[in-house]
């Protein structure tokens, strides 16, 4: 009875958030402080023009077009929408249940066939939270069992509508140092095995698509795993591969040049910094965890908070990801992340970042790691119209988003977590449902 009564509420809950939102607007914000996005400082009396779903303009002064929504920001930080580097929104409702948790397939045959847009659900509650934390786009990737290889991620968007994905079949998502280790069998080597001859496999599948067939259920990867590497091998689709440890990186980096052609992307990195110099001769981009200044983990020995800043002065591209961290659910944690490496340039012997810096690294970074920088992450000419208006500078704990819009519609800000604050700011006995009486 009482889990029926939750799956009411959170019914109730979630038939409230997903309200039919208005259709795009021209909308045009003026008198805004306005941070681009994309690395540089931000500008005083800026003004932004979206038409169409699209910026078409952002930059200091101009006068407001004829037509449209106008609305004079009063001076308050405008920004483009957050993009949440690395999560899992929307494919986990709790860790727990596995009824909610669409992340990994541990009895199924397959592991790069499988593909995550099918099962993002737009009324996940997190997605409501994170919006109206000013959290826009969110990268989604799988979590492998049985396989190095977890699947294809997409990005989606955190509109309150019921068409979410962005972009299905982004990239492939791959598990590698020990936690590669572990699924392919026990140890590195048998990783290293392991991706060889799953590229080996899905060369010769594309040489000749039609041999597999009779292959049987013995083989090493099944023809839609074949199928879905194709386009990694050939450099279509970015391959995301979590890795820890610098000697790791570097065999990702000798992986690169025995497949020219494969676009890695390395997650995680936390002893990326030892490596900085290689990364980026590699042109590697970078996804990494911030602030990870203690080892959890082995291969996390040589861990500091140091690690992005040092990584960018390197010549790294790099945004801020949140593997192992909450993922499915505290996307919003990354503008806290990205204030404290402004902090960092405060502290002597530290590596931060300015501002500007700090900031794309939550922004337009993450969406050129994967090649969607021209689409969003940014409020230059021609990305999507993914605005928030806020009552404070972003990257403070405090700031709150005002207003939030995603391809140029405005989003309701009400969430599970607004509604249980209302409901309980001044309860009135009678008013709410008797809970614990005794």
């Known amino acids: 009875m009482r889990a029926f009564a939750f799956a009411a509420a959170l019914l109730a809950g979630t038939t409230l958030a997903v309200a039919v ?19 540089s400082a931000p500008i005083e009396g800026g003004t932004v023009v979206i038409r169409g779903g699209r910026v078409v303009s952002a930059g200091a002064g101009g006068a407001a077009p004829a037509g449209g929504r106008t609305i004079d920001a009063g001076g308050r930080w405008v ?5 949440a580097g690395f999560s899992r929104m929307g494919i986990i409702e709790v860790d727990g249940v596995s ?25 996940s509650g997190p997605i409501a939270v994170n919006r109206a934390e000013g959290i ?12 190095i290889f977890a699947g294809q991620g997409a990005v989606i968007d955190l509109g309150s509508d019921m068409n979410p994905v962005t972009r299905g079949q982004a990239f492939q998502f791959m598990e590698w140092g020990q936690t590669g280790a572990e699924q392919a069998g026990g140890s590195r080597p048998a990783a290293m095995a392991m991706l060889r001859n799953a590229l080996f496999e899905a060369r010769t599948y594309a040489a000749n ?14 023809r839609a795993d074949a199928q879905a590497l194709g386009p990694v091998l050939r450099g279509e689709m970015p391959l995301l591969v979590h890795a820890e440890r610098a000697s790791d990186i570097l065999t990702i980096i000798a992986l690169k040049r025995e497949f020219p052609a494969l676009k890695p992307v390395l997650v995680g990195a936390t002893e990326g910094w030892m490596v900085a110099r290689e990364i980026a001769a590699a042109q590697i981009p970078v996804i990494a965890s911030a602030l990870a200044d203690l080892p959890a983990s082995f291969e996390q020995l040589a861990a500091t908070q140091s690690n992005i800043g040092r990584l960018k002065a390197a010549g790294v591209l790099v945004g801020i990801g949140q593997i192992n961290d909450d993922e499915s659910r505290q996307a919003r944690l990354v503008k806290q ?3 404290n490496l402004v902090a960092l340039t405060k502290i002597p012997g530290a ?5 500007g810096e700090a900031f794309a690294t939550i922004t337009s970074k993450p969406a050129e790691a994967i090649g969607m920088g021209g689409e969003i992450g940014s409020l230059r000419p021609g990305r999507r119209g993914d605005v928030v208006i806020w009552d404070g500078d972003p990257l403070e704990v405090g700031t709150a988003a005002t207003s939030v819009f995603i391809d140029g519609v405005e989003q ?18 009678g008013a709410l449902p008797k809970a614990y009486q005794h």
């Open 351 to 355: 590596a931060g970042l300015s501002w």
């Open 337 to 339: 992340y990205a204030g």
């Open 136 to 147: 826009t786009r969110a990268i989604v990737a799988p979590d492998p069992r049985g396989s």
């Open 21 to 39: 939102p208005a259709a795009a607007q021209d909308v045009v914000i003026t008198n805004a402080k306005l941070a681009i996005g994309d690395g």
């Open 99 to 123: 009824e909610t948790n669409d992340s990994s397939a541990p009895r199924s045959p397959f592991n790069a066939a499988l593909d995550v847009a099918s099962a993002v659900n737009p009324l």
């Open 79 to 83: 920004s483009p929408g957050i993009v």
């Open 209 to 222: 698509p039609a041999s597999y067939n009779d292959r049987g259920k013995d083989a090493l990867l099944t």
């Open 412 to 429: 309701p800000l009400e969430n599970r977590q607004t509604r249980l604050r209302q409901r309980y700011l001044d309860p009135k006995e």
